[in-house]
């Protein structure tokens, strides 16, 4: 059984940051990338951000490009999204899933926790 907790979320002022954990345990997929997904109010949940497996390759939505840096420690099996420059558009829940990579494009596996809810105001 997959688990995946994340935290980290709050209510923050345009332009602050934020640092989400994602910890995993449980069935897991050590070739697999993590990814960061967000779903808005009333939105379908979208990519944000995603790491391989080993931590050399990152990936970035066109909105996390330059504010956001994903990160992972395999001892903690934790992935973390660090999170500058926030802006109300990023008022979302976001969650981690185990992700495939395939043709650059990424793919939840379809495993979700509860998310964490980020609340930036304007």
């Known amino acids: 059984q997959v688990q995946l907790v994340e935290s980290g979320g709050g209510r923050v002022q345009n332009g602050d940051s934020l640092r989400l954990s994602c910890e995993a345990s449980?069935?897991?997929?050590?070739?697999?990338?993590m990814g960061w997904f967000r779903q808005g109010p009333g939105q379908m949940r979208e990519f944000v951000a995603a790491i391989s497996w080993d931590g050399k390759y990152t990936y970035y939505s066109d909105s996390a490009t330059g504010r956001f840096t994903i990160s992972k420690d395999n001892a903690k099996s934790t992935v973390y999204l660090q999170m500058d420059s926030l802006k109300p558009e990023d008022s979302a829940t976001y969650y981690c899933?185990?992700?495939?990579?395939?043709?650059?494009?990424?793919?939840?596996?379809?495993?979700w926790g509860k998310g964490t809810l980020v609340t930036v105001s304007s």
């Open positions: 449980g069935r897991s997929y050590p070739l697999y990338a």
């Open positions: 899933d185990w992700t495939r990579i395939s043709d650059g494009t990424p793919y939840g596996l379809d495993y």
